[in-house]
């Protein structure tokens, strides 16, 4: 079982819809959580970043955290065009003297069609 | 957040030969990471880079391989060494900044070998 899992889509949705990604974890040392947005050929962008539990809002965009279901959400509000990319969840654990790597889900393929 | 920049964004290579990347950080960075990433999977860590000692490798990963250089605080390299067609991938080179939880990364090299 992967550590961090992601379904890759892709996920179709009109312009105008709200949108909600997903991953699911297996360790529950991990306390650091984010989103990155991928266009195509482009290097990751880090979009939404979270420690522990609960909600951030950015905009459009709101990230949840449960960790007692071991689940994260991105939620993007009024998608648009321009949403259209793969989006990556990443985690990790707490500090504990180093630094503890990013586990990255394999990203979900997202279409916003107008 | 940090700028960085990366080079080539692309290559078409032979097999048996080598390519190495550059990736150039517009400020100091004590941490720099060298990442894979292959069609449908997740990001995987090759590498981190520290200025003033040897780069350490994560599991599957060897220096005489993939070996890195790491002269300054701005700049390091990947070398791909006798390439396979399994080496085909996007590169990314990524660094941590604005705290010990947030990873930038560059736009990728996108390596396709013959």
């Known amino acids: 079982q992967k550590e961090v899992e992601q379904d890759p889509g892709p996920l179709s949705v009109p312009e105008g819809a709200i949108v909600s990604l997903n991953c699911t974890y297996s360790?529950?040392?991990?306390?650091?959580f984010m989103w990155y947005r991928q266009y195509s050929r482009k290097g990751p962008e880090l979009l939404m970043y979270t420690y522990s539990s609960g909600n951030k809002e950015d905009g459009r965009f709101t990230a949840q955290v449960d960790k007692s279901s071991k689940y994260i959400s991105l939620f993007i509000r009024d998608s648009q065009p321009s949403d259209s990319a793969t989006y990556l969840c990443a985690m990790k654990e707490g500090f504990s003297g180093g630094y503890n790597k990013l586990i990255f889900g394999a990203g979900t393929r997202l279409a916003v069609h107008p | 957040s940090a700028v960085i920049s990366q080079k080539p964004s692309r290559d078409i290579c032979q097999r048996g030969t080598s390519l190495t990347i550059q990736c150039q950080v517009d400020?100091?960075?004590?941490?720099m990471f060298w990442y894979r990433q292959q069609p449908g999977q997740s990001l995987t860590l090759i590498a981190t880079a520290n200025q003033g000692s040897e780069a350490t490798y994560e599991s599957g990963f060897v220096i005489d391989k993939f070996p890195i250089s790491r002269p300054n605080l701005t700049f390091s390299t990947l070398t791909v060494s006798n390439m396979s067609p399994e080496d085909s991938s996007i590169y990314l080179c990524?660094?941590?900044?604005?705290?010990?939880?947030?990873?930038?990364f560059g736009s990728g090299t996108q390596l396709s070998v013959l």
């Open positions: 360790n529950s040392a991990f306390q650091y």
């Open positions: 990524s660094v941590v900044s604005g705290g010990n939880e947030k990873l930038f």
């Open positions: 400020s100091q960075v004590t941490m």
